[in-house]
């Protein structure tokens, strides 16, 4: 932890900083109260168990309260420029006035971008999923049937940040496939129709249908 936190502040203390290694850092944090012995996995006794699942509870935890907090930035965001008469990220030509001023501030071209931008009906639906994404995935933590859905989701929305916006956050997409993708908690028998029906608020519709 103290080697990466060290790394980290030496790599941002050059003019540009750089979020993609924040949530290592909290991680590293965390994986710091592994109880001794947990890899141990045949000789380990119930109370390493406990506190090694806790751990990793606990890593799902913080990697998806970052994403919700991100989402409830948005949301937020876009009601106080609602409310001033901006355009926000939620109007039909949002994203694609995002993108069109990140692309021009970098003076580059990416393999989405100006597509999305010509077609911002499609980025519109692009960024409405990512909120719901982003927005229900502390939620997520305690539906371990999601967890391997979300996790997709969420690596297929870094991807796509890379190939419209040229922001990479590949180490978030590592943690995403180890801890949630890999997720101890997800059930051993899981159907299709289950995970349909766990989905925050398309569940509750279609319950209520």
Not at 70 to 77: E, H, L, Y
Not at 94 to 106: H, V
Not at 139 to 162: D, E, M, N, R, T
């Amino acid at each position: 932890f103290v080697s990466l936190l060290e790394f980290v502040a030496f790599k941002n203390s050059f003019v540009l900083i750089s979020h993609s290694e924040h949530l290592s850092i909290l991680l590293s944090f965390i994986l710091i109260f592994l109880p001794s012995g947990w890899q141990s996995v045949a000789k380990v006794n119930k109370s390493t168990k406990f506190e090694t699942l806790l751990v990793f509870f606990s890593c799902q935890a913080f990697i998806l309260l970052t994403y919700t907090m991100s989402g409830i930035g948005k949301i937020i965001t876009s009601i106080t420029q609602f409310l001033g008469g901006k355009v926000h990220i939620l109007a039909p030509q949002g994203l694609a006035m995002t993108i069109a001023d990140r692309l021009l501030s970098i003076d580059t071209t990416t393999y989405l971008g100006e597509w999305l931008i010509e077609h911002y009906y499609v980025s519109l639906l692009l960024m409405l999923g990512t909120v719901y994404l982003q927005f229900f995935s502390l939620f997520v933590l305690f539906i371990p049937s999601l967890h391997q859905l979300w996790a997709c989701g969420l690596i297929l929305f870094h991807v796509g940040v890379f190939l419209t916006l040229k922001i990479s956050f590949w180490e978030n997409c590592l943690w995403l496939i180890l801890f949630m993708l890999y997720s101890p908690f997800i059930p051993k028998y899981l159907s299709w129709k289950q995970t349909i029906m766990d989905l925050p608020l398309f569940g509750w519709i279609l319950a209520k249908i």
